[in-house]
């Protein structure tokens, strides 16, 4: 019988085979999704949407006082808040996509058991609305750098700031990545969920965010450079603060390091996704 | 009709027992390496056996389905029935892609959506509209399709005043039917319902099952619908599949189907009741024993459609009590069909400390009820108070025979009551 069935579902499926037509029909769900985890922020709250300034505000005042006031560490030159609130920013993008990615199946376990629909959509969804809530704490680092702009203080920005929407996207490709693969290992093995909560921490100090990568001495600049994000951080405030440094081999290492894993956790997440059900 | 829609072919799902968890990683890598590096079959698959939960086996896997293989067709309403645990809800599991089979293929044509349960996914913090919205997207629907029916899904919901409320303050029966309602507007080619009627208060219920009849009627649906509720099956579906233990073991018109699942799960109640073991400590009067005793048949429990039948009660007291004793038929959906007490043609029983009574019971002729196979439940009473009850006391059958004199008739579209009657034409 040679029908035109629509539907084929089979115990096994190909290592790669994503369903991307799926992911384009439930686009609105993707939007859904998005839409909920924005508008959910500030329901029933005072402050609403200023929320998403308080906390990078805060976060930077604390730094200021922890790391440039007692710990005494350079910031290459630029004005501690805009050092700060850059990295804070970005990484703020990345971890909350990271958690996002990583939690698809254990915070949507009650709704995967019940309807299908492409799991991609979720994690995906989940970088969208992290990169609205990142868009809307630029509009916090365009005045604090306006400010600093008009009393004369020591930044510059240059063409390097045009690769801003590149380093976006590789930022939440590396935490998609990540995500994905923590996500479909701690269905099955619970371990993973500690470990990643103060991993993901010590992580932040392995990056440049409190830090320039100059203020590294030669003897752990290496390990530093190891870690895909620094290039990604470096160019951020190279190009928009002219500290730190633009390396292309940096980036291109960052890129290639993304690619492979992006590849391995969509095949890991491939597989979990069939049978997550079963294991949760 | 015509064509299939759903083919399901040879079908089978493994579940693993016990505690998935400790020591997993060692267990993946040895199933790994042996059939992925060694080739062999997998060792796991071999030892797997039917899903019979009552009895101890020797392995840790299970079949919760196996070797399952049917067509639907087209505009098909097939209903899916069998005791908890059979593999019903693994079944549309699978169809509904949650979780994919272990050996087989399921095809299929057309957009599927399975109404596995109502309300999933609404958020508590968002509004009625908000979560249609939501709700909507996760079943499928695009935003412009759901923007065209939203003014009937509030209305079907009846939840027009409560639309921009947050979910969470909505009482648990409006979450319910906002759920039902958003899923009723889908309109996929292929339907999967599990046991949704189960909620919602009475006009809601009605309301429902209605729904899904014009789905399935009017709108040439392929509809696959698990319940316990066999009305609701008759009522809806066409054509039954029963599943046992995982395994697919009648599949035909749905009054048959029905009819025969009854019957395997009377083969319970039919060994009897066994008055010896039970405990009767802390009850001042008792039943010690019951049977029918005009029955024809081996087990005297055989009885005539036109005639009538005589039952006895052994009851014993500890205490002086007076008593009513009642006896109620029930068929084997369980509604009642008739019942017969005492109290309603006003006799009192008087039974002395320790004394030990027989009571009969002569029910009149002709039954004059459908054929087929009933249970008996029987209680006494003191003043109303309920001293002693025993439900499935014992079974019996109502033979079929020649009721107009024109031959059987098929005893599955055979109403519950019959009488003899006559038509004039002028």
């Known amino acids: 019988m040679a029908k035109d069935w629509t539907l084929v579902i089979k115990p096994e499926k190909g290592l790669l085979d994503i369903d991307l037509k799926g992911i384009w029909r439930y686009r609105d769900l993707w939007y859904m999704y998005v839409r909920r985890d924005i508008v959910t922020v500030y329901k029933q709250t005072i402050l609403g949407p200023l929320w998403f ?42 971890s909350e996509c990271f958690n996002g990615a990583s939690n698809t199946f254990s915070a949507n376990a009650g709704i995967f058991g019940k309807v299908y629909f492409p799991r991609l959509v979720v994690p995906l969804a989940s970088l969208t609305s992290n990169l609205v809530k990142m868009l809307i704490q630029l509009l916090l680092f365009a005045a604090v750098y306006v400010y600093y702009v008009v009393i004369g203080g020591p930044v510059s920005i240059n063409a390097a700031a045009l690769l801003f929407p590149v380093l976006v996207l590789m930022l939440a490709l590396h935490a998609l990545s990540w995500g994905l693969v923590v996500s479909s290992l701690t269905s099955k093995y619970r371990d993973l969920r500690y470990l990643v909560g103060f991993g993901l921490q010590l992580f932040m100090y392995a990056t440049p965010i409190i830090y320039p990568l100059s203020a590294a001495g030669d003897k752990f600049r290496w390990a530093l450079e190891l870690n895909p994000l620094t290039p990604i951080f470096e160019a951020f405030k190279y190009g928009f603060l002219g500290a730190g440094s633009l390396s292309w081999n940096g980036l291109i290492y960052s890129a290639v390091f993304m690619a492979v894993m992006l590849f391995f956790s969509v095949i890991i997440f491939n597989r979990v996704e069939r049978n997550f059900m079963d294991t949760v | 009709m015509g064509d299939v829609a759903i083919q399901f072919d040879h079908v089978g799902k493994l579940y693993r027992l016990g505690l998935v968890g400790t020591g997993t990683l060692s267990h993946d890598l040895n199933r790994w390496w042996q059939t992925k590096v060694l080739h062999h079959e997998d060792p796991y698959l071999k030892v797997g056996e039917t899903n019979d939960r009552a009895h101890k ?30 593999g019903k809800s693994t079944l549309l599991k699978l169809l509904s892609r949650v979780t994919s089979p272990t050996t087989g293929t399921i095809r299929a044509r057309g957009r599927i959506a399975s109404l596995l349960e109502v309300g ?18 996760i079943l499928g629907m695009t935003r412009a399709e759901i923007n065209r029916k939203l003014d009937d899904i509030v209305e079907f919901a009846g939840v027009e005043r409560y639309i921009d409320t947050p979910v969470k303050r909505y009482s648990s029966g409006m979450t319910v039917r ?77 009054y048959e189907v029905v009819d025969r699942y009854l019957e395997s799960s009377r083969q319970a109640v039919r060994e009897g009741f066994d008055f010896g073991s039970r405990d009767v400590n802390g009850k001042k009067a008792y039943f010690e024993g019951f049977s029918i005793i005009s ?33 109620a038929v029930f068929d084997l959906s369980d509604n009642r069909i008739m019942a017969f007490d005492t109290a309603d043609i006003g006799e009192i029983i008087h039974l002395s400390a320790g004394e030990r009574k027989t009571l009969h019971c002569h029910v009149e002729e002709p039954l004059f009820i459908r054929p087929g196979h009933y249970k008996v439940n029987i209680s006494i009473r003191q003043g109303g108070y309920l001293l002693d009850h025993i439900v499935g006391a014992a079974s019996f059958e109502i033979e079929e025979e020649d009721f107009y004199g024109f031959g059987r008739f098929s005893s599955s579209d055979m109403p519950l009551v019959l009488r003899h009657h006559t038509w004039t034409t002028e």
């Not at chain 2, 999933?120 to 997207?137: A, L, P």
């Not at chain 2, 429990?301 to 009642?326: M, P, Q, W, Y």
């Open chain 2, 120 to 137: 999933t996914g609404f958020h508590g913090e968002m509004t009625g509209r908000e979560n249609i919205f939501m709700n909507g997207s």
């Open chain 1, 53 to 94: 300034f308080i906390q990078p505000i805060f976060t930077t005042v604390m730094y200021m006082f922890v790391f440039g006031g007692l710990a005494g560490i350079s910031t290459d030159g630029v004005p501690q808040p805009l050092f700060y609130l850059s990295g804070i920013m970005l990484w703020n993008y990345f």
């Open chain 2, 57 to 86: 086996g020797n392995s840790d896997y299970v079949w919760a389905l196996k070797d399952i293989t049917f067509d639907v067709k087209e505009g098909e309403v097939v209903g899916i029935i069998g005791k908890n645990g059979a």
């Open chain 2, 178 to 254: 906002l759920g039902f309602a958003v899923a009723a507007f889908l309109d996929p080619e292929i339907l999967v319902v599990d046991e949704v009627l189960a909620v919602g208060d009475a006009e809601f219920q009605k309301k429902a099952i209605g729904k899904m009849q014009d789905v399935s009627s009017s709108e040439g649906r392929t509809v696959l619908f698990v319940s316990h509720n066999m009305g609701a099956i008759r009522n809806l579906c066409h054509r039954g599949i029963i599943l046992e233990d995982g395994c697919l073991v009648g599949d035909g018109d749905v």
């Open chain 2, 295 to 327: 029955g024809k048949g081996d087990e005297g429990n055989v009885i005539s459609f036109s005639k009538g039948f005589d039952c006895e009660l052994v009851v014993r007291s500890r205490s002086s009590v007076n008593i009513t004793a009642r006896v």
